[in-house]
């Protein structure tokens, strides 16, 4: 159980540097759809030749994953347009928080036990987002169009990201852990990364005409792809684990969690973001009905 702790811990940190390739994108007008595109194109190079050492895979499993990846990479292009039209930390906070649709998912469907106080968790969580979603960005001083734009992606990116962590975690309900061989992990990783490269190759064909040969274009694609493969793999085998001990529902909650935080302070030293009391009052439930919840 620590081993698939310590591996959830790993991932929260490498979904920093994820958010922090959003980030810049969003400022210096990369485009996102292509960076997803070819750090995905990498991926499955790399992992789908496994498909012929990785075992038997259940075709209910590669539909959930493809499905999954195709979400992360609209969810990721969703918070993309919500940083441009708020402040990136809550902006994070608030899609990140999606991780209650898994979680609910693994309550009713897989009958993951949830006792009182990962129910006020959920409830705190809730009334978190609807906090940060009033506090957390300041009125545009117009007709308040910027910061109704921005929660629309907040939300939109929620829902969709809690679509893609359900197609994340479903494998790890079907596959025990003596069976899961790296191989088949990594296997599932390229699965994930299919998704995404469908996702962002249309994306860049039919809507994102960014150029993409930009300034730090390279760079970006470098650390999404690093990050995304690494924290895949730590992902999967992390809820392989877990899930042995009929915990899988606390796995997302702890990466969450902990991206959020470490999410604020490369915003706060990076960006020089500053939020409000009330804005703080919001992270500061959203963090306890986190806690709530992983306990």
């Not at 996702?199 to 995304?228: E, Y």
Request: a positive charge; one cysteine or more; hydrophobic letters at 55%.
């Amino acid at each position: 159980m620590f081993i698939g702790i310590l591996f959830l811990v790993l991932t929260s940190i490498l979904w920093v540097v994820q958010g922090a390739v959003v980030s810049v994108a969003a400022e210096k007008k990369l485009n996102l759809s292509a960076i997803q595109t070819f750090m995905a194109f990498i991926i499955m190079c790399l992992t789908l030749p496994l498909f012929f050492v990785a075992g038997k895979v259940n075709i209910i499993i590669v539909i959930a994953l493809i499905v999954g990846g195709i979400c992360n990479c609209g969810a990721n292009l969703l918070m993309n347009l919500a940083m441009k039209n708020g402040p990136h930390g809550m902006t994070w906070a608030i899609s990140q928080s999606a991780f209650v649709i898994p979680f609910i998912m693994g309550i009713f469907v897989f009958k993951v036990p949830c006792s009182p106080i990962r129910a006020a968790g959920i409830i705190l969580l809730l009334i978190s987002m609807a906090v940060m979603g009033i506090y957390g960005k300041k009125d545009d001083g117009g007709q308040g169009t910027g910061k109704f734009k921005w929660i629309i992606f907040c939300v939109l990116a929620y829902i969709v990201i809690g679509m893609s962590q359900c197609g994340g975690s479903l494998p790890s309900y079907f596959i025990a852990d003596s069976v899961s061989s790296i191989s088949n992990v990594l296997f599932r990783v390229g699965l994930l990364c299919t998704g995404i490269f469908i996702g962002g190759l249309l994306n860049w064909m039919f809507v994102d005409h960014i150029p993409v040969c930009r300034n730090g274009f390279a760079k970006q694609t470098f650390l999404l792809t690093a990050s995304t493969i690494t924290s895949s793999l730590l992902t999967f085998k992390a809820f392989d684990i877990i899930t042995g001990y009929d915990a899988g529902a606390i796995g997302y909650p702890v990466i969450t969690g902990l991206s959020i935080a470490f999410f604020f302070v490369y915003t706060a030293v990076k960006l020089k973001e500053k939020l409000s009391i009330p804005a703080i009052i919001g992270v500061l439930l959203c963090l306890s009905g986190i806690a709530g919840i992983i306990f």
